[in-house]
């Protein structure tokens, strides 16, 4: 079975700071790769997804994630954030065939950004 | 659209009372979830439905079960409740998740077992 794995647990930066959290899966095929954002007492929402074709995919709020498929990779990038941006961050792996439709989530990377 | 809508919002239950959480969503999608989420834990699956009339177990199926009747509705039940399962419940479908929309999530349902 696939596993996502996400490295932090909690990022803490101020405004103006480059972000980068990395996602880390386990699966050999073909792979959709997503993150999610989760703002404050909300539900989650899609922020970007990769399915083929340009690995540098670019989502909403000025986020972009690269997916390097050599390192099962797909780390999210923002390249000054906000104080708006303070959330938890989840990655998601569809690795398609007999898993009917199942996303496998990583564990979150709760961001805060001070002002 | 209301998309997914999940209710209660909140819920306090004492051990050993059941409950059901509801889901429903109008979008006409095939595949329904249901997750709970703890923290630092991520999302972890309980139950899935690719249709209406079949369900099938996720990763932590324990202490719950599920019913899919209808393509809009996909209630979860707790039994017996546990302090175990005081958490955030999400819901969310899908049409095709392999497609290019993901995951549609309801806002979530919080409950506390005292």
């Known amino acids: 079975a696939q596993s996502v794995s996400q490295h932090n647990h909690h990022v803490i930066l101020s405004e103006a700071a480059s972000l980068e959290l990395g996602c880390n899966y386990s699966?050999?095929?073909?792979?959709?790769l997503f993150w999610y954002v989760q703002y404050p007492g909300q539900h989650l929402q899609l922020l970007l997804k990769y399915f083929s074709g340009d690995p540098l995919v670019k989502g909403i709020k000025g986020f972009e994630a690269e997916f390097i498929k050599s390192k099962f990779s797909f780390n999210l990038r923002k390249p000054s954030v906000q104080w708006s941006d303070t959330a938890e961050y989840f990655c998601a792996v569809y690795a398609g065939g007999t898993s009917y439709g199942k996303l496998t989530f990583g564990q979150g990377t709760i961001l805060t950004v001070h002002p | 659209n209301a998309g997914v809508t999940q209710t209660p919002k909140f819920r306090i239950l004492k051990i050993g009372q059941s409950m059901t959480l509801q889901c429903t969503q109008d979008m006409n999608h095939n595949y329904m979830y249901w997750y709970r989420q703890d923290p630092g834990m991520g999302l972890k699956l309980i139950y899935y439905?690719?249709?209406?009339?079949?369900?099938d177990k996720g990763e932590v199926p324990n202490g719950y079960n599920v019913s899919r009747s209808t393509t809009e509705d996909f209630p979860l039940r707790l039994e017996l409740a546990a302090p175990s399962q005081t958490s955030v419940y999400f819901c969310?479908?899908?049409?095709?998740?392999?497609?290019?929309?993901?995951?549609?999530f309801g806002s979530g349902t919080r409950l506390t077992v005292v």
């Open positions: 969310a479908s899908s049409y095709n998740p392999g497609a290019s929309s993901g995951y549609t």
């Open positions: 699966y050999g095929g073909t792979v959709n």
């Open positions: 439905s690719v249709g209406a009339g079949i369900t």
